[in-house]
């Protein structure tokens, strides 16, 4: 079958979720830049793979799919290697209640609200909005203390497997830890800590690190 081809920028948290997936999966892939912050915005004829201008898109054969979540699933169930869903019903509920949980509540309080406030526009030369990191860090707090609630006795959130809720919270938390304040309170949640030493010590996690 075709090799699967991956659309979207490498910065980005969830093209980042479906690379990790990829990568724990061992799938050989391409992955095609596409940059939707570009002047203008993405090229036209991204608009055939996401109807909405986001990424990731993700094509494999004749299937397209624009959706973070459906891609993870599809690349877990369709290639051969270690599973990345729970084998019961249960705990696929609660690794969706996960994924579901972050992405309402943890994406842009971690990474826009925080780590883009705080690195990226002193980095880039514009100014912070002190007030707007102030809001977001009691947001931050609940984030990573119902996080930490959900997680499972072992070193992975579900317990001992490595699960797409793993692979789903990396790429925010590695945004997020980039600013002082971010460090400092998952140091302050012990087991989340340890979670994310060993998550970050993995050579998908590694391979997918970007430098932007």
Do not use: N
């Not at 609200?113 to 707090?141: F, H, Q």
Request: charged fraction near 25%; charge should be negative.
């Amino acid at each position: 079958m075709a090799r699967p081809v991956l659309y979207g920028a490498a910065y980005s948290v969830y093209v980042r979720i479906v690379r990790l997936a990829l990568a724990e999966k061992r799938v050989d892939h391409d992955l095609v830049e596409v940059d939707i912050f570009a002047p203008g915005g993405p090229p036209a004829w991204y608009a055939q793979l996401h109807p909405f201008g986001k990424i990731p898109a993700f094509e494999h054969g004749a299937l397209r799919l624009f959706e973070t979540q459906a891609i993870c699933r599809y690349v877990d169930e369709a290639f051969d290697g270690p599973a990345l869903q729970p084998s019961t019903a249960a705990d696929r509920a609660v690794m969706a209640e996960i994924v579901g949980m972050l992405d309402a509540y943890a994406y842009r309080t971690l990474v826009w609200d925080i780590y883009v406030e705080r690195v990226s526009k002193p980095r880039d030369g514009r100014t912070t909005d002190e007030e707007r990191i102030a809001l977001a860090l009691p947001r931050a707090r609940h984030v990573l203390d119902v996080l930490e609630a959900l997680k499972r006795p072992g070193p992975w959130l579900l317990g001992d497997r490595l699960t797409l809720a793993d692979l789903h919270a990396a790429p925010m938390l590695a945004y997020f830890v980039q600013s002082p304040e971010g460090a400092a309170m998952l140091a302050d949640t012990p087991s989340l800590s340890t979670w994310y030493g060993a998550l970050s010590a993995r050579t998908s996690f590694r391979d997918t690190e970007s430098t932007v």
